[in-house]
């Protein structure tokens, strides 16, 4: 089983819909959780870190389930520029130094 | 300010040919990382430094070495290169071992 799972889509959206992904980990000790984004052979650039309460920035919504081993992140009011691979990525320590990466799942957010 | 800057952005290489990817920050942060992105698979972490003077092994170390030469600067060298290199490679920095990764453009390298 992998560490991190994600579907990998694509998920092709008209624009101004709302869609969510998710994400699980196995590792219940996993400590700190992340949505990074990630354009087509371009590098991964965070777009959010996701804390147990969950939270938000603009359209974009990030939600933890611990007791589940699942994250999620919904996005409202799809742009095109949002079209990208959503990386879910999850860390046993605190924070950065081991990062576990998800494969992504692509969003396609068209016309 | 650059941010995470790498060379070369493409490389071929035949099998068993050596090189070494460079990676440079401006960011003055601590940590460095490699990683590298294979289809279906993820990234994955080859090499970290922690801090200078500091590296140690990620999950894929195998066929690679790595220099930290400065607080900048690290390196990820490939000694024999095999077909099963082919990837891209990432470096990333952060201010410290918990912080942010931030991740240069990436190294697309071709092993024949």
């Known amino acids: 089983r992998k560490e991190v799972e994600q579907d990998p889509g694509p998920f092709n959206v008209p624009e101004g819909a709302t869609v969510a992904f998710n994400c699980t980990y196995s590792n219940s000790a996993s400590q700190s959780f992340f949505w990074y984004r990630q354009d087509c052979r371009k590098e991964p650039k965070l777009l959010m870190s996701v804390y147990s309460s969950g939270n938000e920035d603009g359209r974009f919504t990030a939600q933890l389930n611990r007791a589940s081993q699942y994250i999620s992140l919904l996005i409202r009011d799809s742009k095109l520029s949002d079209s990208a691979t959503y990386l879910c990525?999850?860390?046993?320590?605190?924070?950065?130094?081991?990062?576990?990466f998800g494969t992504g799942t692509q969003l396609k957010v068209e016309l | 300010n650059a941010g995470v800057t790498q060379t070369p952005k493409f490389q071929v290489l035949k099998t068993g040919q050596s090189m070494t990817l460079q990676c440079a920050q401006d960011?003055?942060?601590?940590?460095m990382y490699w990683y590298r992105q294979d289809p279906g698979m993820g990234l994955r972490l080859i090499y970290y430094?922690?801090?200078?003077?500091?590296?140690d092994k990620g999950e894929v170390p195998n066929g690679y070495n790595v220099s930290r030469l400065n607080k900048r600067e690290f390196s990820l060298r490939l000694e024999s290169a095999a077909p099963s290199q082919t990837s891209v490679y990432f470096c990333?920095?952060?201010?410290?071992?918990?912080?942010?990764?931030?991740f240069g453009p990436g190294t697309r390298l071709t092993v024949l």
């Open positions: 990333a920095s952060s201010e410290q071992e918990r912080g942010t990764q931030y």
């Open positions: 960011m003055n942060h601590n940590s």
């Open positions: 430094s922690a801090s200078e003077g500091t590296t």
């Open positions: 990525v999850v860390s046993l320590t605190g924070g950065g130094n081991k990062l576990t």
